[in-house]
């Protein structure tokens, strides 16, 4: 008995009516959908640039798509803007030097001279351990030139003064003699007994007390190069620090220690080892109460300053956020970030070597520095100062080197684009933008006979007190929201003040109650997005001034349906084309 076999069909089977009406209205819409996409390139480009910081238009496109998924798939960091942090009021610009590889002291002044042209007012400067205690411990003499080893710092350290400049001293590169013979062949590697180093710090923070403040300890210990070579090891760079924190508060309490900058890196060691893991292995090892500023790397490499995608598999100029959120989760909201370098690689087109920073234009280069400054400004009250990386090298030595190409002016001192770019920014009138601000924020100007007085009330423990009648402070700021931080008491004054020249309006701050601390009062609210001018006046003393609070409201859903809505017409594009594809194989 033989079993019938089924009949097959001739051809596919046919739609239904139904069904052949959705593929022609999703093809409709496909088509229309991948039309809006080219011809609105102009006007949709420069959007999608302020999301992603790619110039590529396919580029810009994936990345929006990537943007708003990581928008709908995870939280964004926890950053607390607005809640007082020490150490973000500062002048924010500042460039890394060179300068004691320059063998003529007028190139050190000539350089210092352009710095402050260009509307800089720090520089980041190392002071290598292995070239001021050179032969052996206590020995601060350079028996090559027959020199104080101090001299040449003691020069820098003057002519910044000099050109109103302040220092960010760098502390690391042990001598030969701090380790033990054969055990590290890199001078970046720890010293045998940290007490060493604790010396170190103890005699430079000494010598400049009164003259340099603020001190970075180490640079990059999450690299192996950085770390001499071997395994990295988070808990030991904590126990470094700590020495290195407790001897500089002896030598100066005033001082200010940045902990070391973490190269920005995904690598899951023992070698390199990402920068958010290791943060956190610092956590872990006691680090929060051994530093006053954090340090990071904040560098573009092959995206652009807006590029807002923040996740821990990218390194990119938003990182800085993931680091906050860590030291948020880890009790250190009040503390302020300082990018001890930040800059992009414009690496010439026919360099023969792997562009292992990224690589942009001369142009680009310009640009995007500016553009960083103004994000950090504008978005990150939690930044404060930013290091350029860098400002020129003593010698075209390197030329051969990808990192040479950070530079901002030549070594015969030949300025680059960014530099004129910068120059035209940092010289601008300062603007205060969002966050909680106190009342040593560089862009407060103060006018009569303000004082500042420690008082454990304020915000962080300083405020700033008014007594005599026309005591006048002006302050332009940026956001759509003001408010004055200050005291009310018995026995309290009064002040006048005005938005955008309007007529003054009265504050009585004296109050029957019993004293009453960071008192928040709400100066004007609604404004238009943009800078607007505060001016307070001194009715009737005293009064206290204990920050101002500038807050800007806007609503992030137009962004992201934006967002959501270039990814459906790539997704609309991409649709198209595979059936397209699939139908010329059928």
Not at 82 to 89: E, M, R, V
Not at 509 to 536: C, F, K, P, W
């Amino acid at each position: 008995m033989s079993a019938s076999l089924p009949c097959r069909s001739s051809g596919p089977p046919r739609l239904s009516r139904r069904a052949r009406v959705v593929l022609l209205a999703l093809a409709l819409l496909i088509s229309i959908s991948a039309l809006v996409v080219v011809i609105l390139r102009p006007v949709i480009s420069p959007l999608l640039y302020g999301w992603t910081g790619e110039e590529d238009y396919l580029e810009q496109i994936k990345g929006s798509v990537a943007l708003a998924l990581l928008t709908l798939c995870q939280s964004a960091p926890d950053t607390r803007d607005y809640i007082p942090i020490a150490h973000t009021g500062d002048n924010p610009f500042g460039i890394n030097t060179f300068l004691e590889q320059e063998v003529e002291p007028a190139k050190v002044e000539l350089a210092l001279s352009m710095i402050h042209e260009a509307g800089f007012r720090w520089i980041r400067q190392q002071f290598p351990w292995e070239d001021i205690e050179i032969s052996e411990k206590g020995d601060f003499w350079d028996h090559k030139w027959d020199v104080s080893a101090w001299e040449k710092y003691d020069r820098i350290v003057d002519l910044a003064d000099k050109y109103g400049l302040e220092i960010i001293a760098r502390l690391d590169n042990p001598p030969a003699w701090s380790r033990e013979e054969g055990v590290a062949a890199s001078s970046l590697a720890p010293p045998d007994n940290y007490e060493d180093f604790g010396d170190f710090v103890y005699a430079v923070v000494s010598r400049y007390r009164g003259k340099v403040r603020h001190y970075q300890i180490w640079n990059e210990p999450n690299l192996y190069h950085e770390w001499g070579d071997r395994p990295v090891n988070a808990a030991e760079y904590v126990e470094l620090l700590k020495v290195a924190y407790t001897r500089a508060k002896e030598a100066d309490p005033d001082c200010v220690v940045l902990s070391a900058g973490l190269a920005q890196t995904m690598e899951e060691g023992p070698n390199n080892l990402d920068d958010l893991v290791y943060l956190q292995q610092m956590y872990d090892a006691g680090v929060r109460d051994y530093f006053d500023v954090m340090g990071v790397m904040a560098y573009g490499l092959w995206t652009g300053p807006m590029d807002r995608r923040t996740s821990p598999d990218r390194t990119n100029f938003s990182r800085p956020q993931l680091i906050r959120d860590i030291m948020v989760r880890n009790g250190d909201a009040h503390k302020a970030i300082w990018a001890t370098e930040v800059g992009w690689n414009a690496l010439p087109p026919d360099f023969p070597k792997t562009p292992n920073f990224g690589r942009v234009t001369l142009a680009q280069q310009a640009r995007y520095a500016v553009e960083a400054y103004e994000r950090a400004q504008r978005e990150w009250p939690w930044m404060g100062v930013m290091n350029y990386w860098f400002f020129k090298r003593a010698t075209d030595t390197e030329i051969d080197q990808t990192f040479y190409y950070f530079r901002m002016v030549e070594p015969d001192f030949t300025p680059l684009p960014v530099y004129d770019t910068m120059s035209a920014y940092a010289n601008r009138p300062p603007v205060m933008h969002i966050g909680y601000h106190q009342e040593d924020h560089w862009a407060i100007d103060w006018h009569g006979s303000w004082r500042q007085e420690e008082n454990g009330s304020a915000a962080l423990g300083r405020f700033a007190v008014g007594e005599d009648p026309g005591n006048t402070l002006d302050v332009t700021f940026d956001g759509t929201s003001l408010y004055l931080v200050t005291v009310r008491a018995p026995g309290m004054g009064a002040l006048l003040y005005s938005v955008d020249g309007a007529p003054d309006s009265d504050l009585a701050l004296s109050s029957n109650m019993m004293y009453e601390r960071q008192v928040i009062i709400n100066l004007a609210t609604g404004l238009e997005d943009g800078e607007h001018h505060l001016h307070i006046r001194v009715a009737d003393g005293p009064v206290v001034i204990d920050g101002l609070v500038v807050q800007r409201s806007s609503s992030s859903l137009p962004k992201y349906l934006c967002q959501l809505a270039i990814g459906a017409a790539l997704f609309c594009v991409w649709l198209l084309g595979s059936m397209i594809f699939r139908k010329r194989r059928g």
